[in-house]
């Protein structure tokens, strides 16, 4: 089960840190991704970490503004938005995928790559 909360409402520069905590799995064997949906769009890529936590990926349009990271001993993963715009108002969702067979520095980058998903939180980023 993954439970992903900070979402909320913030004027446009500000930011927001956005937490998912997992638990029924073994968190440090996932790795993690944030994904975005924005109504009348399909979900979109965010950003990933490996489960080694050495490997990071960003959607090109986000580099530079979010931060992923996470703490293995919290069982989360963050991501860190700065420089919010109006534009970057979604659900965001965070997802964990845990397969046996990856390398510890693999991202997965597809929402279909992944194997369990938070409820999502709401992000509203006001002009």
């Known amino acids: 089960q993954l439970q992903a909360f900070g979402g909320g409402l913030v004027q446009a520069g500000g930011s927001l840190r956005l937490s998912c905590t997992a638990s029924?799995?073994?968190?440090?064997?996932?790795?993690m991704g944030w994904f975005r949906r924005t109504p009348g769009k399909e979900r979109e890529f965010v950003a990933a970490m490996s489960r080694s936590g050495r490997s990071t990926y960003y959607s090109d349009s986000l580099k530079g503004r979010f931060v992923i990271s996470r703490d293995n001993t919290k069982n989360t993963v963050y991501l860190q938005m700065n420089s919010l715009k109006p534009e970057d108002t979604a659900v965001y969702y965070c997802?964990?995928?845990?397969?046996?067979?990856?390398?510890?520095?693999?991202?997965?980058?597809?929402?279909?790559?992944?194997?369990?998903w938070g409820q999502g939180t709401q992000v509203t980023v006001s002009s």
């Open positions: 029924g799995f073994t968190f440090s064997s996932c790795s």
């Open positions: 997802a964990a995928r845990n397969r046996a067979y990856d390398s510890n520095y693999y991202i997965p980058k597809g929402e279909n790559e992944y194997n369990y």
